[in-house]
């Protein structure tokens, strides 16, 4: 599911188009926000100077065309916002370039960063007004926000993603309760919740793994917590029975079972499949009576779960099983491969692209300085065209004497790619999804049945190598 809206932005009263471009897109391109920048994307222009290419596609149209129009809208913006836990950050920027290409059927530069800081992992798409070949600009038209979204929601139930169902008018109602916003306590016991329930071997470990999520801690008396900026310290024994030092600690321990604020209200979802506890190793680590109660517990649950879905899926034996697993592992690593090397084509063209338009643009001011003699006032007067021609260049060069391919063919070749990539990820998400299943399935049927894995290995290399040997003769 993506919630949608289309932005024009116009230059900020007191502010030149080169100070407003910039704030955008370093805004949009904030490595705290984008994961040191991994998660940013771009198409015909390089993130890094982004606002440096628009600009100068601008003065290009000016030059070509002899336009210049009042309150001009120097770019647009996309935010595309996406439902929590629905989508990774990786599948979220891919999603946010495919509605930005089909958005712009491929006319105009922009950039795709993808915002990690909030609940809801969101896209900011910022897409030059002014086409590749500088001589129009994008029109915006009536109810344009309202095909971005449907846009959106097309690409998003192509990638398996939920979508939102708009009511008719007179079915909706309005909101008179609204969610109660979470106070720093709130979060503090939600940050506690979600250690315990990652079973901390120690107290050390529980009390480490809250300063990774950003809390100081004040010993004294009584132990407190404060996040990172916040004012105030707040005491554990202020949040409950439950959150308290001693409550921690038994948890811990396997004394006690910990029962998290609210638990009532909580949706429950079914979970995925999970490994077989190794309950001798744990009890080697000092844990309780208590632990070992629950885990024999759970270890049935999830040998019942394993047992239902082999026999769901018509597997008969161990052997079958495995046969199963491997056959799904070797087409997940074909899926992969062939995924990673469309996308590093797909890369090779955006680039290749990029500079077949720039030397295009920068030619005649690149002729113009080899007649004045390459003079260094001509250079810079004109640094940025002469520079993104020199790059051309040597881009041209690198293809080895190669005919520098068309635009045209280019842009076939790279929808052909993505398409192709849009189904092998279609696949693959299911392939892995299912063979995390088989694995797990298959190392808790090797725990069950006490199957030592590492001689499973060895005897099944043998054979092999005994076949080899026997075809060989």
Known sequence: MA????????????????????DRTDYSQNAEKT??????????????????????SKRQYQHITGRQQKNNVIAYQ???????????????NQVGYETAMRWTKGKHAFIVAT??????????????????????????????????????????????????????????????????KQSERDMLCAAIDQILSTKPKNFDEFMQQLIQMEYEVKNGKNLAFRKKGKA???????????????????????????????TSKQIHTQR???????????????????????AKKYNRKEAARTVCLLKEKGVDSYEELTALTEKLSIRFNELSGNIKSAEKR??????????????????????????????????????????LHKAAKEAFDQLGGKKIPSRKSLDEEFHQLLTEKKQAYAEYR????????YLIAKQTVEHILGIDRKKEEEKRQKEQEQQEQAHHR
């Open 430 to 437: 299911q392939v892995k999804k299912e063979m995390q299943e």
């Open 3 to 22: 919630a949608t809206r289309l932005i024009a932005l116009h230059v900020n009263k007191g502010k030149s188009v080169a100070q407003c471009l910039a």
């Open 272 to 294: 995925d499949f999970h490994l077989l506890i190794d309950i001798q190793a744990k009890m080697a680590e000092g844990k309780s009576v208590g632990y070992e109660r629950w």
């Open 115 to 180: 915002h990690i800081d909030r609940a809801h992992i969101h896209n900011h798409i910022i897409y030059n007004s002014t086409t590749l070949d500088c001589t129009r600009k994008f029109k915006d038209f009536f109810l344009s926000g309202l095909a971005v979204q449907k846009l959106s929601d097309r690409i998003c139930a192509e990638h398996g993603l939920s979508i939102i169902i708009p009511k008719p008018y007179r079915e909706r109602k309005k909101r008179t309760v609204f969610p109660k």
């Open 346 to 387: 797909m890369i090779e063209i955006g680039a290749l692209k990029k500079h077949i338009n720039n030397y295009a643009k920068t030619r005649s001011v690149y002729e113009d300085y080899r007649r004045a003699g390459y003079s260094k006032k001509f250079f810079e007067a004109h640094r940025e065209e002469i520079l």
């Open 35 to 56: 994961n040191n920048g991994e998660f940013i994307s771009s198409y015909e222009c390089d993130p890094k100077i982004a606002d440096e290419e628009f600009l100068l």
């Open 232 to 262: 105030r310290f707040i005491r554990l024994r202020s949040l409950g029975d439950e959150y308290s030092e001693d409550a921690v600690r038994a948890v811990i321990s396997g004394k006690t079972l910990h029962k998290a604020k609210n």
């Open 78 to 92: 996309i935010r595309q916002s996406f439902k929590p836990g629905e989508i990774t950050p990786e599948e979220a």
